[in-house]
């Protein structure tokens, strides 16, 4: 759908107490914002960055603090559109603690099959027009070229790791962008979950509407909480031929750069050399 640039940029940040069933469980900090065109939406990825602090730490290896940050725009055009990408090619090829999960599949053979669009250079169709020609006006980039979701699905788990291993881990923050959600109630919404590794929720947050343009949340804690894992539902429908945006109550999103806190395992201790432990 056409961007609607009438719209002004809208950004909240708030404290949020989420419940659970004895009572809070956990303050988040939670940043929201949506905007007409990358430009629009920087200042509030950044600031979200400023909140987990520290830089980007790329690659493989593990640190004391910082973040991680995936933009799928380094994906080779054999890990693209038409082919699948790994699940864990984040943590295995790119190793950044990072793997993914499909949830409530569409269609029954779609299970963890994830797709990256294609670069114009690669002569398939950019921005998912190649599974629906209409999605290539539908969707914007906020890091050009590519974007991200799961095949057959719209919701998906992400699971973190101390990058490269398969020890699991948790992180202080996860945040991702969106393109293109049109709901923000009820059953339409655009949210993401985060849960701690006793299994309950931490906190949801649902990105802000905006047809056309881009969405964020970004959910962070400060005061030693830990997010195990993160849920995220985005739109009311997987990707298709069939899905056209906006007909029929059908609201297809796509998503672009995720950005997380440094994965650390769960027990704190990052660096172990025998009987010593090197704690964040």
């Known amino acids: 759908m056409p961007v609607c640039r009438s719209r002004a940029f809208r950004v909240a940040a708030w404290i949020v107490a989420s419940l659970s069933g004895t009572g809070v469980h956990a303050a988040a900090l939670v940043r929201q914002g949506s905007g007409a065109t990358p430009a629009a939406l920087q200042a509030i990825v950044d600031t979200f960055r400023a909140d987990l602090g520290g830089a980007n730490n790329g690659v493989g290896g593990t ?18 559109a038409p082919s699948f990408l790994a699940p864990d090619f984040f943590n295995t090829t790119s190793p950044r603690g990072i793997v993914f999960h499909t949830l409530l599949e569409d269609t029954g053979s779609a299970f963890n099959d994830f797709m990256v669009s294609a670069s114009a250079a690669s002569g398939t169709p950019v921005r998912f027009g190649d599974i629906n020609p209409g999605y290539t006006s539908t969707f914007i980039t906020f890091s050009a070229q590519r974007l991200f979701m799961p095949r057959g699905a719209h919701a998906l788990q992400v699971q973190f790791y101390q990058p490269g291993t398969t020890n699991r881990a948790v992180v202080s923050g996860f945040g991702v962008v969106f393109s293109d959600v049109d709901g923000s109630s009820g059953g339409s919404r655009t949210e993401v979950s985060a849960f701690a590794p006793d299994g309950s929720q931490l906190v949801a947050a649902s990105a802000p509407a905006l047809s056309g343009g881009l969405s964020f949340v970004g959910i962070s804690f400060n005061a030693g909480e830990k997010i195990d894992h993160v849920v995220i539902r985005a739109g009311t429908h997987a990707l298709s031929a069939s899905n056209d945006d906006g007909v029929g109550g059908v609201d297809v999103v796509a998503m672009d750069d995720m950005i997380y806190g440094e994965p650390h395992p769960a027990s704190g201790c990052i660096f172990q050399d025998g009987f010593d432990c090197q704690m964040p």
């Open 63 to 80: 640190f004391p603090g910082g973040r991680r940050e995936v933009n799928w725009d380094g994906v080779p055009d054999a890990s693209a």
